[in-house]
C-alpha cells in the first residue's frame, strides 16, 4: 500500500535545523517560524464564527476542560520557515474542507432540504491530516493516555 507524505522534498539547503521536525531532508533554513500545528486557516474561521476558540483534549489541559484560547496561543517553534512555507499550500484544502461541511449544514437547516455532493482531493487532504497530526504530536500537544508521547513512523513525513 502506498501513502502519501507530508512533504515532498525539492529543495535541498545543505541544511538541517535540530528543531525543525523537518530536519532529515536537510533543506532547512536557518530560522525557526511559529507554526499553528492547527491550521491558522480553520482557526480564523472558527474565531469568525464563534469569535473565540475553545479547545479541550490538549496535553496541558485537565481532562475534559473546555478552555477559551487566543489563535497566536497555538503556535510552536517546530518548523524551521523554509518548511512551514513549503508546506503553506496544504492549508488550503482545509478551507476547502470547512467551506464544504458549512455549505452542508446550512442546506441541512432548510425546511426541505436537498443533498449536496462536495467533492475535495483526497491526496492533499491526506497529507494535511498527517501534517496537523504530526504538529500536535511534535508540539507536544497530544500524549498517549499513559502521557507518553505519541511516536510516528519518519516515513510519514517524507518520500524516500
Ligand atoms: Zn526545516
Redesign the pocket.
Known sequence: MSSNPVYIPYKRTGFS?HK?Y??ETK???DKLSSEHYLSENILNKIERINTTIDVTGLSWLPKERLKSIGKSSLVSNI??T??NSDLSALDSIDGELIDGIACIDAEFNENDPVAINVSIDGVPFERWIIKTVIGLVESNQIRQKSGQPFVYKKKCLKST
Open positions: 535545523h525543525c523537518l530536519r533543506g532547512c533554513s518548523l524551521c523554509q518548511h
